[in-house]
């Protein structure tokens, strides 16, 4: 049975895309024994299953997904953060102070105030309850320094790429280290500014070309030619 697209095409939602076989994957759904796209993106074909990466995305939290977040408000036991999705997650003061929280003893906004930002964990997540946090876990808590970007959520595995190679490739080339938030929100930390700025440029040339074929290549001769340029300036 046949399919109605061409890889990497950009369809809008109700649009046809294929029928018979085909399984339905991300942002797509079945009427009429008929896959349709739900929102609008870029279609691609994995194997028997239709997929569409949606172009801009809010993003929905998962259990175990690592976020980056911000406090946006300090509350009584605990803080709301802003996770960049259409809801805000809660984390305990019991998480992050180890022991169990005293009210009359704790001041919560010396340990995180309002606009700090956190390297976190979804501990629990249901359509009943907010998300909740933890930051009981190694590599998670306040961020201290560093600069953070953002990008479309759905963008993220592109980042990765495949097996880890896109950013692991990144991080080699600039020495930084990188924190990728599933939320879409990225730490780069590196040992100077300029470190960080190529590493970020990186990504963000990942960001705006995702859709593209031979973006590995494209990756490398930047950050190549960036480096060349700067040994060039220093003689």
Same mark, same amino acid.
């Given at each position: 049975?046949?399919?109605?697209?061409?890889?990497?095409?950009?369809?809008?939602?109700?649009?046809? @895309?294929?029928?018979?076989?085909?399984?339905?994957?991300?942002?797509?759904?079945?009427?009429?024994?008929?896959?349709?796209?739900? !929102?609008?993106?870029?279609?691609? &074909? #994995?194997?028997?299953?239709?997929?569409?990466?949606?172009?801009?995305?809010?993003?929905? =939290?998962?259990?175990?997904?690592? *976020?980056?977040?911000?406090?946006?408000?300090?509350?009584?036991?605990?803080?709301?953060? #802003?996770?960049?999705? =259409?809801?805000?997650?809660?984390? !305990?003061?019991? #998480?992050?102070?180890? !022991? =169990?929280?005293?009210?009359?003893?704790?001041?919560?906004?010396?340990?995180?105030?309002?606009?700090?930002?956190?390297?976190?964990? *979804?501990?629990?997540?249901?359509?009943?309850?907010?998300?909740?946090?933890?930051?009981?876990?190694?590599? &998670?808590?306040?961020?201290?320094?560093?600069?953070?970007?953002?990008?479309?959520?759905?963008?993220? =595995?592109?980042?990765?790429?495949?097996?880890?190679?896109?950013?692991?490739?990144?991080?080699?080339? %600039?020495?930084?280290?990188?924190?990728?938030? @599933?939320?879409?929100?990225?730490?780069? %930390?590196?040992?100077?500014?300029? #470190?960080?700025?190529?590493?970020?440029?990186?990504?963000?040339?990942?960001?705006?070309?995702?859709?593209?074929?031979?973006? %590995?290549? !494209?990756?490398?001769?930047?950050?190549?030619? $960036?480096?060349?340029?700067? $040994?060039?300036?220093?003689?």
């Amino acid at each position: 049975m046949p399919t109605y697209f061409e890889a990497k095409q950009l369809v809008t939602p109700g649009e046809l @895309l294929a029928e018979g076989e085909y399984q339905t994957g991300e942002n797509t759904y079945v009427e009429g024994g008929k896959i349709c796209a739900s !929102r609008i993106g870029l279609v691609d &074909l #994995d194997n028997k299953k239709v997929n569409v990466v949606a172009l801009k995305a809010f993003y929905a =939290p998962k259990v175990g997904d690592i *976020i980056i977040g911000s406090v946006k408000e300090v509350g009584f036991n605990g803080w709301t953060i #802003d996770i960049k999705a =259409p809801y805000d997650a809660l984390l !305990r003061a019991s #998480d992050v102070l180890s !022991r =169990p929280f005293k009210p009359q003893n704790d001041e919560l906004s010396q340990v995180l105030d309002q606009g700090d930002l956190i390297v976190a964990k *979804i501990a629990s997540y249901d359509r009943a309850h907010d998300p909740q946090l933890t930051v009981g876990e190694p590599g &998670l808590g306040k961020i201290t320094r560093g600069q953070l970007m953002c990008v479309t959520p759905t963008k993220i =595995p592109r980042v990765i790429g495949r097996k880890g190679s896109m950013i692991s490739m990144i991080k080699q080339e %600039t020495n930084c280290q990188i924190i990728l938030g @599933l939320n879409g929100v990225i730490l780069v %930390t590196g040992k100077n500014p300029a #470190d960080e700025g190529l590493a970020m440029k990186a990504i963000q040339k990942i960001e705006d070309e995702s859709h593209t074929t031979g973006l %590995t290549d !494209r990756i490398t001769q930047l950050l190549k030619d $960036e480096k060349a340029n700067w $040994e060039e300036n220093k003689q």
